[in-house]
């Protein structure tokens, strides 16, 4: 969690050659969260995802959003991160802990 907002993981689908990952935005911060992108990467670059993501979460509430990506390379190690759109500039990362 940083400054109230948490980004958590829901699942990992697969279908042919595209993940989608779906993840859950909390924003227990008494502010609105206005999200700037939701972006996947192997570590050694983004993964070109396409992200469905509300623009913004209210305080209180949590938002699902989700990503769609390129199967990576087989052992590849997957990271999701979450930026935000306003003068505090947050990012809030996870680590996917499913097996490429």
Same mark, same amino acid.
């Given at each position: 969690?940083?400054? $109230?907002? %948490? !980004?958590?993981?829901?699942? #990992?689908? &697969?279908? +042919?050659?595209?993940? @989608? #990952? +779906?993840?859950? @935005?909390?924003?227990?911060?008494?502010?609105? =969260?206005?999200? &700037?992108? !939701? /972006?996947?990467?192997?570590?050694? $670059?983004? !993964?070109?995802?396409?992200?469905?993501? &509300? #623009? =913004? @979460?209210? %305080?209180?509430? /949590?938002?699902?959003?989700?990503?769609? =990506?390129?199967?990576?390379?087989k052992g590849a190690q @997957?990271? %999701?991160?979450?930026?935000?759109?306003?003068? +505090? $500039?947050?990012t809030i990362a996870l680590?996917?802990?499913?097996?490429?």
């Amino acid at each position: 969690m940083t400054g $109230g907002v %948490a !980004l958590r993981l829901v699942g #990992l689908s &697969r279908h +042919k050659r595209r993940c @989608i #990952l +779906k993840v859950e @935005i909390s924003n227990e911060s008494p502010d609105d =969260f206005f999200v &700037r992108s !939701l /972006s996947v990467s192997d570590g050694r $670059g983004d !993964l070109e995802p396409e992200s469905f993501v &509300r #623009l =913004f @979460i209210e %305080a209180g509430r /949590s938002r699902d959003a989700f990503v769609v =990506f390129d199967v990576p390379p087989k052992g590849a190690q @997957i990271h %999701a991160a979450l930026k935000e759109d306003k003068e +505090k $500039g947050r990012t809030i990362a996870l680590t996917v802990p499913y097996p490429f």
